[in-house]
């Protein structure tokens, strides 16, 4: 089983950036995604960004050019870097891993924008 921690998130002003974290730990093997899904109350959950073991990235449109999602596979770790935050990013942050065809979920960091 896929372990995920998140950390990083917080309240922040609008412009202000933040950097999501996600540890994987346990069967970390052949994992082939990993990446963002975001959720805010009453909405949908969203798709913000994936990267395969390959080293590809995909950013949904509503974030492009402001989150930029990354690896470093000596820590296990996945990375959101958030800038020029804006209030409609507010959400609560969930980190999700493909292994096998099982997917795995953190629980989730709070990121609030507002002034």
């Known amino acids: 089983q896929v372990q995920l921690v998140e950390s990083g998130g917080g309240l922040v002003q609008p412009g202000g950036s933040l950097r999501l974290s996600c540890v994987a730990s346990?069967?970390?093997?052949?994992?082939?995604?990993m990446g963002w899904y975001r959720q805010a109350p009453g909405k949908e959950r969203e798709l913000v960004a994936t990267?395969?073991?390959?080293?590809?990235?995909n950013h949904a449109d509503s974030v492009k050019g402001r989150f930029t999602i990354s690896r470093d596979n000596a820590k296990n770790t996945v990375y959101l870097q958030m800038n020029s935050l804006k209030p409609e990013d507010t959400a609560v942050y969930y980190c999700?891993?493909?292994?096998?065809?099982?997917?795995?979920w953190g629980q989730g960091t709070q990121v609030t924008v507002s002034s």
């Open positions: 346990g069967s970390i093997v052949s994992i082939s995604v």
């Open positions: 999700y891993a493909l292994r096998y065809g099982f997917r795995f």
């Open positions: 990267i395969t073991s390959d080293g590809n990235t």
